[in-house]
């Protein structure tokens, strides 16, 4: 990106991209890279004030230096700019994604970018495009989302080289199992057996591999929550009277 903008140093996207990009090198932003970022989004800014890109790129900035007021006007005023091509989606996507911002704008622009290609027939980048939603809304646990894209992975026959299927089962799993304990504890536990039920013989399956906090099985679990719906065995009735022989 330094030598696009030496060679076209009034190019304001490429400005806008090294400036974000600055700030996404490093894990907590210096003041002096900050300083740095914001010149290069303010003279892209400058050159190209309604272009929605270039505002884009400013609010993930904003959000990297955890001004969220600065963020959320940066994204207004892009939405407020117009819509954005496949291409432009796909870029700042992976910049979101590279700057680690939250989770709503990414999913923003997911979203839109997965209903673009869908209208352009382009199947391969659909898929990739969802696994990257599921991947994102199991990163920030929603589970709603990521269910429902999951239910679409799961039936695909191949997936992109850069996912690995394994991966991807072992991420559902572990969200499916912090869902169903979510559940249990807000009181809804015919709800958590529902979702624990069908995939708690592949988490104790592969539970070495896995990132949990669950000291016992998913089995073991799931027969605790049911057995709570069954009514106490009474071997000795209440009030009984012994005799001894």
């Not at 400058?46 to 994204?75: F, K, M, N, T």
């Not at 992109?160 to 394994?166: I, K, L, V």
């Not at 591999?209 to 009474?234: C, F, K, M, N």
């Amino acid at each position: 990106l330094d030598e696009a903008v030496r060679l076209r140093p009034r190019h304001p996207r490429a400005l806008a991209r090294r400036g974000v990009l600055r700030a996404a090198q490093e894990r907590a932003l210096s003041e002096g890279t900050r300083v740095l970022a914001t010149v290069d989004l303010t003279r892209a800014a400058l050159l190209a004030p309604a272009d929605a890109e270039v505002a884009w790129y400013a609010g993930i900035l904003h959000e990297r230096a955890g001004d969220s007021d600065q963020a959320a006007a940066s994204y207004e005023k892009a939405r407020a700019l117009g819509a954005l091509t496949l291409d432009q989606l796909l870029s700042v996507s992976g910049i979101q994604e590279r700057c680690g911002t939250g989770e709503a704008a990414r999913m923003e622009l997911l979203g839109k970018a997965l209903d673009l290609a869908q209208a352009e027939g382009n199947d391969a980048l659909v898929l990739s495009l969802r696994i990257k939603r599921f991947l994102l809304a199991s990163e920030f646990r929603n589970f709603p989302v990521a269910e429902a894209d999951w239910n679409v992975i799961k039936e695909e026959e191949s997936l992109p080289e850069a996912f690995d299927p394994r991966e991807l089962l072992e991420t559902y799993l572990v969200l499916s199992q912090g869902e169903s304990e979510r559940l249990v504890t807000a009181g809804d536990r015919e709800r958590a057996i529902e979702l624990l039920r069908p995939v708690a013989p592949l988490l104790d399956l592969v539970s070495e591999h896995l990132e949990s906090d669950a000291s016992t099985s998913a089995i073991q679990r799931l027969v605790d929550w049911e057995a709570r719906d069954q009514a106490p065995i009474e071997i000795i009735p209440k009030g009984a009277r012994w005799k001894y022989l």
